[in-house]
């Protein structure tokens, strides 16, 4: 597979890879976030229940002589529902701080090596295409390509090109300079000069 086609098929995988993760994430935070409903359910219900004994508390306490007697267990339940009713509200923050925690460590792994290992390499490669892009069109470009393709590329490569391809090189064989050049311009995923 050519290197261009490699790159490009690489870079897609990466985004999908990436683009996965996320979707991954955000679907463990809907799910996270359905576990407040309990506690929705929960406050709502205290709530109403503080209401309602509170408001049968003042009602019986307008009963003559003994109505201040008789308020002391609404108003007491009343404080317990509305404790229950605090309960879910802390059951609902500690489900909502969750749904941000959990998914964010989830994707953190997957986009660190992105941003971390693949990243740089890719601008690492990047910058030598460039370099490479840059000093095809010049002889003295073609010379430096033919150099590092000589110290960078296998030698099973270089000896298909030319049995002695460092004494062709020292020699400054024209075919095996420009042969040189294009394969390290082929190894970056470049054509030959422009």
């Known amino acids: 597979m ?11 995988l990466v985004v999908a890879w990436v683009y996965a993760w996320i979707r991954l994430g955000l679907w463990l935070r809907d799910l ?5 409903v309990p506690g929705q359910k929960l406050e709502e219900a205290g ?9 049968a508390g003042n009602k019986v306490g307008r009963v003559p002589i003994a109505g201040d007697e008789l308020t002391a267990p609404f108003t007491q339940a ?3 529902a509305r404790g229950l009713a605090n309960a879910g509200r802390d059951q609902q923050e500690l489900v909502a701080d969750l749904a941000w925690a959990l998914p964010l460590a989830l994707v953190a792994v997957p986009l660190g090596l ?11 490669w990047m910058r030598r295409a ?3 892009a840059e000093a095809r069109g010049s ?7 033919a150099l590092r393709a000589l110290t960078g590329q296998p030698v099973r490569r270089l000896a298909k090109l030319n049995p002695d391809v460092a004494g062709a090189w020292r020699r400054g ?3 095996t300079l420009d042969a040189l050049a294009a394969l390290e311009l082929r190894s970056l995923g470049l054509r030959g000069k422009r």
């Open 2 to 12: 050519p290197v261009f086609v490699r790159q490009v098929v690489t870079d897609l």
């Open 32 to 36: 996270i976030e359905k576990l407040a």
């Open 47 to 55: 709530q109403g229940m503080a209401g309602n004994l509170t408001d």
């Open 78 to 80: 009343a404080e317990a």
């Open 114 to 124: 992105v941003l971390f290992a693949w990243l740089p390499l890719r601008l690492r």
């Open 130 to 132: 460039g370099s490479a």
């Open 139 to 145: 002889i003295a470009g073609r010379d430096l390509l």
């Open 173 to 175: 064989d024209e075919a």
